[in-house]
């Protein structure tokens, strides 16, 4: 079965960290890229970074360039987004997405507190 199954949300105050983990199983992890988006309240699914499958290429969003680091463990079928001087903007659901199996986790709740 194709799966991804995010964890490590919570609640942060402004300028805290939260490290989001991806575990993905049922299809060959090594040989797609991974996406993470988020969804706020109210608006639209959002694309905050995407690690190509050798792990050497990132891009980020413009919002989240310089504070959020993506990679992954192709070993362990891991994708990681590390996310450091969080943001009350930030807050939302961080879905984990494997763009070409077309398969998504069920997100997690990330909550930034001013």
């Known amino acids: 079965q194709v799966q991804l199954v995010e964890s490590g949300g919570g609640l942060v105050q402004a300028g805290g960290t939260l490290r989001l983990s991806c575990a993905a199983s049922g299809f060959t992890f090594s040989n797609y890229g991974m996406r993470w988006y988020r969804q706020a309240p109210g608006k639209g699914r959002e694309l905050v970074a995407q690690?190509?499958?050798?792990?050497?290429?990132?891009i980020y969003a413009d919002s989240v360039k310089g504070r959020f680091t993506i990679r992954r463990d192709n070993d362990k079928n891991m994708v990681y987004l590390q996310m450091n001087d969080l943001k009350p903007e930030d807050t939302a659901v961080y879905y984990c997405?494997?763009?070409?199996?077309?398969?998504w986790g069920q997100g997690t709740q990330v909550t930034v507190s001013s």
């Open positions: 690690i190509f499958d050798t792990g050497n290429t990132m």
């Open positions: 997405n494997c763009p070409s199996a077309k398969v």
